[in-house]
């Protein structure tokens, strides 16, 4: 079973629109952290996001927010009034005992912003 | 601050061939991954080290496959003989300590194509 899924696969918005992507995880830990990577089209991936468990208080920056709840085992990941430049595909990730496993990654969301 | 520098960016090979990815973390960081990222299974963890010494190899796919730390600056993944399904994105990435302790930091990657 897959341990991070997006089932999302690809997403298409208008410009200004707001988008969410989903990120459902599993895991029998109680202390685990979880990510979330952005890939632009020049290939890098580039960190947004890390958050423990304990802690579900939800964050903004800027236009970027996340959602963390731990009853639907989902950390959800929104953009506001998306732009071009966000177009890209976004990965999230979990590292299970208390961190000390490595990533393993949900199979993406390809985000395409249209002008 | 540099990053974590891979090399080579591109190599297309042909099958048979020995084929050496290297990479060069970031100064301080003690661990150290490679990653596969191909469009049917996503981004997969291949190996990871710790303090130059490897903990999981246990996704490397198969004895063709190999990865060496010999110290704590650099890191190559060697696949010999290379054949077509080898044809993916390589990642190195690198961290101080694991997830519970910072994120992870992703070189550019390179892109390996076997014809």
């Known amino acids: 079973a897959q341990k991070v899924t997006q089932a999302q696969t690809e997403i298409s918005v208008v410009e200004k629109e707001d988008v969410t992507l989903d990120c459902v995880y599993e895991?029998?830990?109680?202390?685990?952290?979880l990510f979330w990577y952005k890939q632009p089209p020049s290939g890098e991936l580039v960190f947004l996001i890390r958050?423990?468990?304990?802690?579900?208080q939800n964050e903004i920056s800027g236009r970027y927010s996340w959602n963390f709840q731990k009853s639907t085992s989902s950390f959800n990941f929104t953009i506001t009034a998306s732009q071009v430049v966000d177009s890209a595909v976004y990965f999230c990730?979990?590292?299970?005992?208390?961190?000390?496993?490595?990533?393993?990654f949900g199979k993406g969301t390809r985000l395409s912003v249209i002008a | 601050d540099a990053g974590v520098i891979q090399s080579p960016r591109h190599e297309v090979t042909e099958m048979g061939q020995e084929v050496t990815l290297r990479c060069k973390p970031i100064?301080?960081?003690?661990?150290l991954f490679w990653y596969r990222q191909t469009m049917m299974r996503g981004l997969e963890l291949l190996i990871y080290?710790?303090?130059?010494?490897?903990?999981?190899d246990s996704g490397m796919p198969e004895d063709r496959f190999s990865a060496k730390m010999p110290n704590a600056s650099f890191s190559t993944l060697k696949i010999q003989p290379s054949e077509p399904r080898d044809s993916a994105v390589y990642f190195c990435?690198?961290?101080?300590?694991?997830?519970?302790?910072?994120?992870?930091?992703f070189g550019e990657g390179s892109r390996l194509t076997v014809l």
């Open positions: 990435a690198s961290s101080l300590g694991l997830a519970a302790t910072g994120e992870l930091f």
């Open positions: 895991t029998r830990d109680t202390t685990y952290y």
């Open positions: 958050r423990n468990s304990f802690d579900e």
């Open positions: 990730a979990l590292s299970e005992n208390s961190g000390n496993t490595p990533l393993v």
């Open positions: 100064s301080g960081h003690n661990s």
């Open positions: 080290f710790n303090n130059n010494v490897p903990i999981d």
